[in-house]
C-alpha cells in the first residue's frame, strides 16, 4: 500500500505569509505525528493526534503554529506570519495507536522563508 | 524530559571495514530506543529498535545495536559495510509511556571503496 506522503515538496514564501502543509498518512494508522527538521539538526516534534484530537501539542513552538486533522485521517500543519526562522523540513509520520510501534515517515515538504 | 547525544557528526569509513556509531540518551524512566536511517533522497526509515527483554537487537541487513542501561547507551555497529550503507542515521528515544521521538542530531556515514 502507499506510504505517508505529504504535499507540497516544496514551498517558498514571503515573510508575513500564511503557508498550509499536508500529510497523508498510512490507511488505518491512528497515531499521526508531525516533526520539524532544521538544517544539521535531528526531526524535532512538533504534535501528536490520537484520531482527530491533538493528544500532545507540547512542540509548537508558538501560536502561529497549528495543525488539524478533522476526520482522523489527512491532516494540515497550519502557520501564519512565516518568519525566517521558520524554514526548515516539516516531517509527518503515522503508526499505529500502541508506543512501540514504528512510526512510518513521509518524504517531508521543504519550507523556505525569504 | 528525554535527550539523546550522537557523538559523531561524521563517519567516513571503507567498504567491508567495521563501523560503529555512538548514541547515548538521559532518560530518568523506561525508554523505547531506536536508530532510523536516511539515505540519500529518501525519507527516514526504521532500521532497529529496542523496547525490551535481549538488550542485543539486530536489523534484516546486518546491523545490530545494543541497549546499555547503566551507561543509558544504545550504540550501532556493523561488522562489514557496503557502498550501500552511505547514509545518515538518527538514534530516536521515547517513553515507554509515550508517542513522541526525541531525536539525536544524526551520524553521516560515508562509505568509499
Known amino acids: 500500500g502507499a506510504g505517508v506522503s505529504q504535499t507540497p515538496s516544496n514551498k517558498v514564501t514571503e515573510k508575513g505569509k500564511y503557508v498550509e502543509l499536508r500529510c497523508d498518512p498510512i490507511?488505518?494508522?491512528?497515531?499521526l505525528y508531525w516533526y520539524r527538521q532544521s538544517l544539521g539538526q535531528g526531526p524535532e516534534f512538533l504534535i501528536y493526534?490520537?484520531?482527530?484530537?491533538?493528544?500532545?501539542d507540547s512542540g509548537l513552538p508558538n501560536d502561529r503554529f497549528f495543525a488539524v486533522r478533522p476526520e482522523g485521517s489527512v491532516s494540515t500543519l497550519k502557520i501564519q506570519r512565516t518568519e525566517r526562522g521558520d524554514s526548515a523540513v516539516y516531517l509527518c509520520?503515522?503508526?499505529?495507536?500502541?508506543?512501540?510501534?514504528?512510526?512510518?515517515f513521509g518524504p517531508g515538504t521543504r519550507l523556505t522563508v525569504l | 524530559a528525554q535527550s539523546v547525544t550522537q557523538l559523531d557528526s561524521q563517519v567516513p569509513v571503507f567498504e567491508e571495514a567495521p563501523v560503529e556509531l555512538r548514541c547515548n540518551y538521559s532518560?530518568?524512566?523506561?525508554?523505547?530506543l531506536f536508530w532510523y536511517v536516511q539515505y540519500p533522497n529518501q525519507g527516514l526509515q526504521l532500521l532497529l529498535k529496542?523496547?525490551?527483554?535481549?538488550?542485543l537487537v539486530e536489523s534484516i541487513n546486518g546491523f545490530e545495536a545494543e541497549f546499555n542501561k547503566s551507561q543509558t547507551s544504545f550504540h550501532l555497529r556493523k561488522p562489514s559495510v557496503h557502498i550501500s550503507d552511505t547514509a545518515e542515521y538518527f538514534c530516536?528515544?521515547?517513553?515507554?509511556?509515550?508517542?513522541?521521538?526525541?531525536f539525536g542530531a544524526g551520524t553521516t556515514v560515508t562509505v568509499r571503496a
Open positions: 509520520a503515522s503508526s499505529l495507536a500502541q508506543p512501540y510501534n514504528e512510526q512510518f
Open positions: 490507511s488505518g494508522h491512528t497515531a
Open positions: 493526534f490520537q484520531g482527530t484530537g491533538a493528544a500532545d
Open positions: 532518560s530518568s524512566v523506561s525508554v523505547y
Open positions: 529496542y523496547l525490551s527483554g535481549s538488550t
Open positions: 530516536a528515544v521515547t517513553r515507554s509511556n509515550d508517542y513522541k521521538l526525541s
